[in-house]
């Protein structure tokens, strides 16, 4: 019998680190990942025996989250990308600050490459499930990557530059 | 970019960023981009940056899941919810019902102590309480219980401690009723539990047990609703109900069964409050 708990369970941890890179809050990422397991388990009848459960949560995740944003109600906050580094950061820290920069510098992207980011760089599905999970062709998917990753570079390298001018 | 013409696509430079390639193909990568410095550092910057990012989030998914997260806890939510749309529903029939002066009759069997008739209010929210629940859950395929009769022990202990009584989940084999299961259920600010059954055609029967504080005893009362009857009653601070889709000659049996049931366990285990 396939209880739910089980089969979602394992998958919340995902979820949780998909929608905290979306709005980049905690709080704001538990609600959307509720509001995703409610709306799962209130159609759980529906789902498509066979189906990629993994890909249908995060469908629906991403569905909740662009409602929210039409509708103006975003709540994530955005980290500055450029920013104020603490006296005397040392070389050492640099891929920390890079790391960080990241992140943000994500949140620069228009949220389909950033969506595209993540569900490939960091959530592993191919690039086929994220073509379906976006709703584009294969061909658009990969196009998209590769800008997605290029803009991210050109931010990071103004955003680095920023960064070593000010520690100098 | 400004690389030299491609003999290795974008495509593919992107699956090695995404560490995706495999023999041959990864050969050729690495020794494209060994022979082409630029591009070399630029895909090279790209892979550090998605090392970073998923470094960056890996902490994130390494967090234990709040509680409010927790599926068994959505579902009770969500099956509150539900229940209390349904027991409204029934709140309405039930008004109805007794609008219309058809709905209703009290029926005494002159067991000791039975039969103040101001409780009907209180048996009304037993029975309304008990239809809402076997409408909800009757025609439940999947999960008609939460907790199925294998485990009776631990189902009645279960139910026991959270009502503060001891329980049983009453006999009906010699009515052709076998235990499936039960589930714990809110009712009010309290909660009730459901004991279900079902005989050898699949037809199921609910016996319906939920806190009513200050409730005096009652006779039995009878409530017809379509094809549901309900036979219930108020017992030393607690409400029961057997429903069924049963006429009411044979369900009054089964209702007296399962109140003697109760009475000799109250009687065996005096109770406790959790």
């Known amino acids: 019998m396939a209880d739910p708990g089980a089969l979602l369970e394992p998958l919340i941890p995902s979820l949780r680190r998909y929608a905290y890179a979306l709005v980049r809050d905690h709080d704001a990422a538990d609600d959307l990942v509720q509001d995703t397991l409610e709306r799962a388990l209130s159609r759980w009848i529906l789902r498509r025996d066979g189906g990629d459960l993994r890909a249908w949560l995060f469908t629906i995740l991403r569905n909740l989250h662009l409602d929210a944003y039409r509708r103006g109600r975003r709540q994530g906050t955005h980290v500055p990308l450029d920013l104020a580094p603490m006296p005397g950061v040392a070389a050492t820290q640099d891929n920390a600050m890079e790391a960080q920069d990241v992140l943000a510098a994500l949140d620069q992207l228009p949220e389909e490459q950033k969506s595209l980011l993540l569900l490939v760089g960091v959530e592993d599905f191919s690039y086929e499930a994220a073509a379906r999970l976006l709703g584009l062709p294969l061909g658009t998917v990969m196009s998209r990557l590769s800008r997605g990753r290029q803009k991210l570079r050109a931010i990071l390298e103004v955003g680095r530059a920023t960064l070593l001018r000010r520690v100098k | ?274």
Do not use: C
């Not at chain 2, 050969?27 to 494209?32: C, D, G, I, R, S």
């Not at chain 2, 989030?57 to 927790?70: G, I, S």
């Not at chain 2, 009776?152 to 503060?164: D, F, T």
């Open chain 2, 1 to 274: 970019m400004n690389a030299p013409p491609l003999p290795v696509g974008e495509d593919e430079l992107q699956a090695y960023i995404d560490g995706r390639l495999a023999g041959d193909r990864l050969a050729a990568v690495e020794a494209h981009l060994a022979a082409h410095l630029d591009l070399g550092k630029r895909v090279a910057t790209d892979r550090r940056q998605r090392a970073l990012l998923r470094g960056q989030l890996e902490a994130k998914a390494n967090e234990p899941v709040p509680a409010r997260l927790r599926i068994a806890s959505l579902q009770a939510a969500h099956r509150t919810r539900r229940l209390g749309q349904l027991g409204r529903i029934a709140a309405v029939i039930a008004i109805f019902a007794v609008g219309v002066g058809g709905g209703w009759y009290g029926a005494s069997l002159g067991r000791p102590g039975a039969g103040t008739v101001a409780q009907t209010a209180s048996t009304a929210t037993v029975t309304q309480g008990a239809v809402a629940a076997y409408r909800t859950f009757v025609v439940e395929v999947a999960h008609p219980v939460e907790v199925d009769a294998r485990h009776e022990a631990h189902l009645v202990q279960w139910l026991s401690r959270r009502l503060g009584r001891p329980l049983a989940a009453p006999d009906l084999a010699k009515f052709g009723y076998t235990l499936m299961g039960g589930r714990l259920l809110p009712a009010g600010s309290g909660q009730a539990a459901q004991f279900m059954y079902d005989d050898q055609s699949g037809k199921r029967l609910t016996v319906y047990v939920r806190q009513a504080e200050g409730g005096n005893e009652t006779a039995f009362r009878f409530q017809r609703e379509g094809d549901t009857a309900s036979f219930a009653w108020i017992d030393r601070g607690f409400g029961f109900a057997v429903t069924g889709m049963a006429l009411r000659e044979e369900l009054l049996p089964i209702a007296e069964a399962v109140y003697h049931g109760f009475e000799r366990g109250e009687d065996a285990a005096p109770t406790r409050k959790d």
